[in-house]
């Protein structure tokens, strides 16, 4: 059974997905403000990038007859309140002005501007702030962020399809293994990621649009890779590009798995099978399954490091 802190952390990584296409290159946040007697009197999430954060959209929100009740008000974000100057003043300094008597944060954030200064500045206000609550959850929530800003690359998904039987083509020749439906959860993802990369004999063989045609956003950025244009990962981090998704054929998704170039595998596995072809990539033994979800005769596998 979830705790009361849980219930209310939960509610704030639900209002924090309202932010996955705006909020980039920002993390999505979510707060929540709930009075002494277990209401919540406010919500915000960060809508945009520039504009204002999880906390100051909870607080507006907050009606003018109810503000007295901030005193005694515990405030759930589920990232570390901001402590700069950015493009907004720090969200740690509004929620002191503001009085709020308790602070429950879902993890501490990694950027290094914040990185526990939030809630240390918190502290020393005065204010009982407790950190760690669903802190796996908010995490994972923000886990292209963190990685790009920790280790100064995209977060990395690789990515293929495959037969029954493990093979990601016919005899060398190109297979529709993809139903009509993952398709369109294909490109659901690459409308969610920032850019997408294959190598250069799937761009000659195949000519991919590597484009978002069967849902609604914007493009990632269209990467092709061979032996005279390798990879840059420091390239893109000064692109500001946090997430990339890798497919194309087996030798361009080994080259990133013997680099552990990797943080996701996504594999997609239809019902056909064939009597030989390419071998799909090898998973890698720090793969963890996270889920498996069936589409009709379809299914998709997520792996993610253990």
């Known amino acids: 059974m979830m705790t009361d802190d849980e219930k209310y952390m939960?509610?704030?990584?639900?209002?924090?997905?309202?932010?996955?296409?705006?909020?980039?290159?920002?993390?999505m946040v979510g707060a929540v403000i709930v009075s002494a007697d277990g209401r919540i009197i406010g919500e915000g999430y960060h809508v945009r990038c520039g504009e204002g954060h999880a906390e100051v959209n909870a607080f507006a929100s907050v009606r003018a007859e109810e503000e007295p009740l901030l005193s005694d008000a515990t405030m759930y974000v589920s990232l570390e309140p901001c402590?700069?100057?950015?493009?907004?003043?720090?969200?740690?300094?509004?929620?002191?002005?503001?009085?709020?008597?308790?602070?429950?944060?879902?993890?501490?954030d990694e950027f290094s501007e914040v990185r526990g200064r939030g809630v240390q500045r918190l502290r020393d206000a005065g204010i009982d702030v407790t950190v760690g609550v669903l802190e796996e959850e908010c995490r994972v929530?923000?886990?292209?962020?963190?990685?790009?800003?920790?280790?100064?690359?995209?977060?990395?998904?690789?990515?293929?399809?495959?037969?029954?039987?493990?093979?990601?083509?016919?005899h060398g020749k190109a297979l529709a293994i993809s139903s009509p439906f993952t398709q369109m959860l294909s490109h659901q993802l690459r409308a969610e990621e920032d850019a997408i990369l294959v190598g250069r004999v799937?761009?000659?063989?195949?000519?991919?649009?590597?484009?978002?045609?069967h849902w609604v956003g914007p493009d990632p950025k269209r990467l092709v890779i061979d032996h005279q244009h390798p990879l840059d990962l420091e390239s893109l981090y000064h692109q500001n590009i946090q997430s990339?998704?890798?497919?194309?054929?087996?030798?361009?998704?080994?080259?990133?798995?013997?680099?552990?170039w990797w943080d996701e595998i996504r594999v997609e596995t239809g019902p056909m099978t064939v009597s030989g072809g390419t071998r799909s990539p090898q998973l890698p033994a720090t793969a963890r399954l996270v889920c498996r979800q069936?589409?009709?005769a379809n299914s998709i596998s997520l792996f993610r490091r253990a």
């Open 10 to 27: 939960q509610r704030c990584l639900q209002l924090a997905l309202n932010g996955r296409q705006n909020a980039k290159p920002n993390p």
């Open 83 to 108: 402590s700069h100057y950015g493009k907004t003043p720090p969200c740690a300094d509004l929620i002191i002005r503001k009085g709020v008597k308790r602070v429950v944060v879902g993890c501490i």
């Open 141 to 170: 929530l923000n886990r292209r962020f963190f990685t790009f800003h920790r280790l100064h690359r995209p977060y990395i998904i690789l990515k293929w399809a495959q037969t029954a039987n493990g093979f990601i083509d016919d």
């Open 202 to 213: 799937t761009d000659d063989r195949e000519h991919p649009q590597l484009n978002v045609r």
């Open 244 to 260: 990339l998704i890798v497919e194309g054929g087996r030798k361009t998704l080994e080259s990133f798995l013997v680099q552990d």
């Open 294 to 296: 069936q589409y009709d």
